[in-house]
């Protein structure tokens, strides 16, 4: 605190700042060159021995909520504190709270991808600093993602409407989650409608038409697909699903006759390619028509399995992507790139750009309309350098290991299968197509309930439930990038130790 201004009231009205006596600053201790490049070096040495020993750590923390407070002091310091002290910290300040989403018994949720190259990448970026919101904020922000989402649509066998390359209309953009790209996409939807709509009735309100709009997904479909509406402030029609919990065009067109006779207007379908709850694929080959006849936006959400069409052999599981008008998946969950990188592409960008313009004169420049301005393309108006993490693993690890990756973590994902299915006790819940499978007691849910605490609060491995038409059952995904067979066989010995121990416990009472 600068002494002259320790008190205002004890100013004088004639006192001039360059009047105040100031104390003597201090060095900045990260300044310091050599004192950085040591700090980087002990970091970077910590995250490498971190990572390639997580197998050592214990997936869940034992922690209780407000377990930290009392570890640190109640205000920030005065002074600056050795580096050396923050680093003995992390052990004991950071990590038991810590759940280790990175070890390789860890199958809760789906993968949060994690390498080296996309760790580095994003030092590079964070060094960099800048916030790409327009081209001449930092060209190279800009022009290296419109080339990294070609890079990624192509490996995926996109249709060319969705690559800037082709000299169209469409592009790709990084979002920060699919929850953000479901609500851009929807927005844009929006705007289109309304459009179409005021040009058919010219004096129609806007209120009146937004209040009409319905948008559509399966009742398997993420929670932030009802968020979006939410956000969007149109209603949202969940359709039931069938046997295999995917969502066929029949169902969905008959929701849609039905809305138009009472005068309500579709405009928005989200297909999902592999849902959170068994990894479920609505029939978007079927579906994809239907939204074309009725002239309704068709959103494709493939966070997860989306990285799995890099893979030809996977590729069927997306048929009828031709008549989407925007598609997004998630390379940080499956594809080995850090959180946060949502790939998304949009045939045509111009309703989102229209929805999203506010152009004050600070941010405009000389090159506008000669590349994209992005920060019409999504939400925030800041955007980290995100596409260095795509340059640096794909350029690292190449499209072969990143196919093998996947398909690695597919076979193991089977391995646990064929464990399931040997053990009488248990039963599939879903059909095993990606890295995640579905499975239960074939006993009541409260028993599948109780099996669940007993393994979580063991503690060696991580699991969630999901409930899918009152049945309650086991996800176990594949989710590190450490995973073996071995640790696949040692979280299935996990689960069957806890299942003789429920057994027991059954008997006793």
Known sequence: MWKGYATLGQMSVNTRPSDVQHPPLRQDPIMDHTTFRDFAKAMADYIADYLENIRDRRVLPTVQPGYLRPLIPNDAPESAEPWT?????????????????????????????????????????????????????????????????????????????????????????????????????????????????????????????????????????????????????????????????????????????????????????????????????????????????????????AAYAGSAFICPEYRHLMEGVEHADSFNFNPHKWLLVTFDCSAMWLKDPSWIVNAFNVDPLYLKHDMQGSAPDYRHWQIPLGRRFRSLKLWFVLRLYGAENLRAHIRKQIGLAHEFEQMVLADSRFELAADVIMALVCFRLKTSNEDNEFLLKMINGNGKIHLVPSKINGTYFLRMAVCSRYTESHDIQGSWREIQAMADRLEKEKAKN
Not at 93 to 100: E, K, L, N, S, Y
Not at 212 to 217: F, R, S, T
């Open 85 to 301: 002290d923050v680093m003995k910290d992390i052990e004991r300040v950071i990590m038991p709270g810590v759940t280790h989403w990175h070890s390789p018994r860890f199958h809760a949720y789906f993968p949060t991808a994690n390498s080296y190259p996309a760790i580095v990448a994003d030092m590079l970026s964070d060094a960099i600093a800048c916030i790409g919101f327009t081209w001449i904020a930092s060209p190279a922000c800009t022009e290296l993602e419109v080339v990294m989402l070609d890079w990624l649509g192509k490996l995926l066998d996109l249709p060319k409407e969705f690559l800037a390359c082709t000299g169209g209309k469409g592009g790709g953009v990084i979002q920060g989650t699919a929850s953000e790209a479901t609500l851009v996409a929807l927005l844009g939807a929006k705007s289109k409608m309304l459009a179409e709509m005021k040009e058919k009735k010219p004096n129609a309100d806007d209120y009146d038409i937004v209040s009409k709009l319905v948008a559509y997904a399966s009742e398997q479909a993420h929670s932030s697909v009802q968020r979006a509406g939410l956000l969007g402030g149109v209603q949202f029609r969940l359709i039931p699903t069938d046997e295999k919990h995917k969502m066929q065009a029949a169902p969905l067109r008959e929701a849609i006759r039905k809305d138009k006779e009472a005068g309500l207007i579709p405009f928005y379908v989200v297909v999902t390619l592999g849902t959170t709850s068994s990894c479920a694929f609505d029939n978007l080959a079927d579906i994809g028509p239907v939204c074309r006849e009725e002239n309704v936006w068709l959103h494709i959400d």
